[in-house]
């Protein structure tokens, strides 16, 4: 069945980096939309990254400059490095797949900036 499992989150201070890795099985991957969202508690869900299927990418405002991603379509793997990480950027980061009428998510995995 469809599946996508994230990895890589957890406690990190203000300006450190980490970096998030989601794993898809069940789905042609090559020809899927990757992207990584975020929610904030109290707040909506919100598009972090994207990456097309033809590697073409796509950044929220308050990412760019900062945040990387990529996708490994031989491991059927997609990726988010993640630097110079603020506060603010503390939220759930749920990996999503997308093709026209299939829309796949993940569980979501913890990213915490705290000092």
């Known amino acids: 069945h469809v599946q996508l499992v994230e990895s890589g989150g957890g406690l990190v201070q203000p300006g450190g980096s980490l970096r998030l890795s989601c794993a898809a099985s069940g789905i042609i991957f090559k020809i899927y939309h990757m992207g990584w969202y975020r929610q904030a508690p109290g707040k909506r869900r919100e598009l972090v990254a994207l990456i097309t299927s033809g590697a073409s990418t796509n950044y929220a405002d308050s990412v760019k400059g900062r945040f990387t991603i990529s996708r490994d379509n031989a491991k059927n793997m997609v990726y988010l490095q993640m630097n110079s990480l603020k506060p603010e950027d503390t939220a759930v980061y749920y990996c999503?797949?997308?093709?026209?009428?299939?829309?796949?998510w993940g569980q979501g995995t913890q990213v915490t900036v705290s000092s």
């Open positions: 999503n797949a997308n093709l026209v009428n299939n829309n796949v």
